[in-house]
Antibody, heavy 121, light 108 residues
C-alpha cells in the first residue's frame, strides 16, 4: 500500500523559497504508475492544485503559480519535491502531496497527511 | 480557468436525512467532475469520479449525478461519520484542475 509523507520547514520568511519533500513508501516512485502532485489549502479555505510531475520528469503547473514553482523527483530517494519562490503571507497553507494513477490521472486517490507552512518574519 | 461554485456553503441536517449539494461549472465540463470528502484535520478522500461513479470501498449512500455545467452530490441517509466538508473538482480544461469552494455538512 503506497503511502505519502510530507516534510520540510514549518516556517518560512517572506521573499524566501518554500521547500517541501514528499516521501513515497510502499512502492517505487519510478514505477511509472503515478503522477505526483502538490495541492495546498489555506486555513479555512478551499483546495488549490499547484502542479504535478511524472517519473520521466515531465511537469504540469498551475498557470497562476508557474513563475514561482518547481517540482522535481529524486528516484534514488523515492521522493518528489516542491520549491515555491518569493513567498508571501498568501502562501501560508497546509501543503499536501498527492498521487493519481496514470489511467486516472486527475483523480487524487493518494494523499499525504499534509504539512502546515507559515510565511512570517 | 474554469470556475466552480457550490451550494450551499454549509448545511445542518439530522441523522437519516437526505442531503444534496450542487456544484456548477462556469462552462461545459462534460462529466469530468470528481467529489471529495474532507474530515477536519485530514486529507481529502475521493468519493465519486466521472460525476457519478462510486469509488471502490465508498458506502453506497453516497452518489453523484449531472453533466455539462450542473452536478449534484447526494448522501441518501446522513450518518454521524459523514460530518465533513465536501468538494467538487473539475478536470476538463487543463491546466489547472480546479476545486469548488466546499460545502460543510454538520449534524443538527
Amino acid at each position: 500500500q503506497v503511502q505519502l509523507q510530507e516534510s520540510g520547514p514549518g516556517l518560512v520568511k517572506p521573499s524566501q523559497t518554500l521547500s517541501l519533500t514528499c516521501t513515497v513508501s510502499g512502492g517505487s516512485i519510478s514505477s511509472g504508475s503515478y503522477y505526483w502532485s502538490w495541492i495546498r489549502q489555506p486555513a479555512g479555505k478551499g483546495l488549490e492544485w499547484i502542479g504535478r510531475i511524472y517519473t520521466s520528469g515531465s511537469t504540469n503547473y498551475n498557470p497562476s503559480l508557474k513563475s514561482r514553482v518547481t517540482i522535481s523527483v529524486d528516484t534514488s530517494k523515492n521522493q518528489f519535491s516542491l520549491k515555491l519562490s518569493s513567498v508571501t503571507a498568501a502562501d501560508t497553507a497546509v501543503y499536501y502531496c498527492a498521487g493519481s494513477t496514470v489511467v486516472r490521472s486527475w483523480y487524487f486517490d493518494l494523499w499525504g497527511r499534509g504539512t502546515l507552512v507559515t510565511v512570517s518574519s | 480557468d474554469i470556475q466552480m461554485t457550490q451550494s450551499p456553503s454549509s448545511l445542518s441536517a439530522s441523522v437519516g436525512d437526505r442531503v444534496t449539494i450542487t456544484c456548477q461549472a462556469s462552462q461545459d465540463i462534460s462529466n469530468y467532475l470528481n467529489w471529495y470528502q474532507q474530515k477536519p484535520g485530514k486529507a481529502p478522500k475521493l468519493l465519486i469520479y466521472d460525476a457519478s461513479n462510486l469509488e471502490t470501498g465508498v458506502p453506497s449512500r453516497f452518489s453523484g449525478s449531472g453533466s455539462g455545467t450542473d452536478f449534484t452530490f447526494t448522501i441518501s441517509s446522513l450518518q454521524p461519520e459523514d460530518i465533513a466538508t465536501y468538494y467538487c473538482q473539475q478536470y476538463d480544461n487543463l491546466p489547472p484542475i480546479t476545486f469548488g469552494p466546499g460545502t460543510k455538512v454538520d449534524i443538527k
